[in-house]
C-alpha cells in the first residue's frame, strides 16, 4: 500500500504536483493507493486496510507537520513501513521505519529517482 501525505505548499516551490504516487500507480497497478489530507485517517485504519503488506509513506517536508510525524511513527510501530521524504529531511528523522530513502527535494526529477530506487530489486 502507498500513503501520500499531502501537504501545502511552501514559499520555495509554490503549489505543484509532488509525489511518487502517480509514477508508482503505473507500475504497480495493483498497489492500493491512499492520499492523507487535513485530517489523515488513523494509523490503525491504514495498517488494518493494508492487512501485512509493507506501507510506503511518501511525504514532503514532514518535520513542519507535527501530524504527519505522529502518523508515520504511529504506522512504523504497526506495520513495515518505508518513507520516502519528498522534502528537506535534515531535521527529523524517523525511528522505526524498515526504509527510508531521502529525495532532496520533490520535483519530477526526484520523484522519477525514488521510484527507480523502490523497484530496483522487484
Known amino acids: 500500500m502507498i500513503v501520500q501525505i499531502d501537504s501545502p505548499a511552501n514559499i520555495a516551490v509554490g503549489d505543484s504536483a509532488w509525489g511518487v504516487t502517480p509514477l508508482l500507480a503505473k ?6 493507493i491512499r492520499h492523507t ?12 486496510i493494508a492487512a501485512g ?6 511525504a514532503r517536508d514532514t518535520h513542519r ?9 504511529d504506522l512504523a510501530a504497526a506495520a513495515p513501513v518505508v518513507l520516502v521524504e519528498m522534502g528537506w529531511p535534515a ?9 527510508y530513502l531521502a529525495t532532496y527535494g520533490a520535483a519530477s526529477a526526484n520523484a522519477h529517482a525514488a521510484v527507480e530506487v523502490l523497484l530496483a530489486e522487484r
Do not use: D, F, N
Open 27 to 32: 507500475r504497480l497497478p495493483e498497489a492500493e
Open 37 to 48: 489530507l487535513a485530517e489523515p485517517q488513523s494509523a490503525a485504519e491504514l495498517t488494518a
Open 53 to 58: 503488506r509493507p506501507i510506503v509513506v511518501v
Open 65 to 73: 507537520r507535527e501530524s504527519a510525524r505522529k502518523l508515520v511513527t
Open 91 to 99: 531535521v527529523w528523522r524517523p525511528e522505526g521505519v524498515t526504509g
